[in-house]
């Protein structure tokens, strides 16, 4: 089954727009905490997918995931850019010659998380975007096993996805570069965990319209 260029585009678009919103404020999360360069390399990352969305769509979602991989890897760079491009490549795998629906969608999310923290050799806990990252993966997973409708999965999703991060304020951090700061990183929301708290409510207003 082929993922419609139109969603494709949606969703894209959707993310370049809540992080184009949402830029000045990132930068200074990574600023404060890292080296900030985060929202750059992230705009870097869907400015290239954004050229390839007519590409993309003529896919099945097993193609379009290794391709925007592909992508993510090759133009974001930094730590985001692998952990990224770990995500989509180990989704694409588990989605080979599946339809998109939500028990496949949580599998293969789940795959692509479990892949990011054998990557980055992190958890939760640790003030990274896997504190929403994870906790999306268990509400996702939950939600397909006990078949909760799409408004129930949808806030759930924003609500975990929010809890956690500003869960990573008050964390220190143990992998990364903030980690260099030891307790001078308390304090801060980590900039990975808001981007991707941002994409997913992008991207799930989008689904919530369709
Ligand atoms: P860099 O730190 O190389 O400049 P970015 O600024 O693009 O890369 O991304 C930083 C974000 O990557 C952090 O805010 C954090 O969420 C995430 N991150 C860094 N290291 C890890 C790791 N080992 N596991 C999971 N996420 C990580
Ligand atoms: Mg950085
Ligand atoms: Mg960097």
Known sequence: M????????????????????????????????????????????LAALDSITEELGRMDWSAAFQKIGMNLM???????????G?????MSKAMKDKDMS????ADAFGKGVEAMKQRGKADLGEKTMLDVLIPVTNALRQ?????????KTLETLNQVAETGCE???????????????????????DAGARTSQLIIKAITD?????
């Open 167 to 189: 869960s990573t304020r008050d964390m220190i951090a143990t992998k990364g570069r903030a980690s260099f700061l030891g307790e001078r990183a308390r304090g801060h929301i």
């Open 143 to 151: 939600a397909a096993q006990e078949s909760w409708d799409l408004p």
């Open 102 to 105: 939500l028990p496949n969608l």
């Open 206 to 210: 989008v689904v919530a319209k369709n």
């Open 74 to 84: 090759s133009s974001v760079g930094g730590a985001s850019g692998s952990l990224y």
């Open 86 to 90: 770990t995500l989509f490549l180990a």
């Open 2 to 45: 082929s993922a419609s260029s139109t969603q494709i585009k949606a969703y894209i678009q959707a993310a370049d727009a809540v992080i184009r919103e949402h830029a000045e404020e990132v930068a200074a999360l990574d600023q404060a905490i890292g080296d900030g360069d985060h929202v750059a390399n992230l705009q870097r990352g």
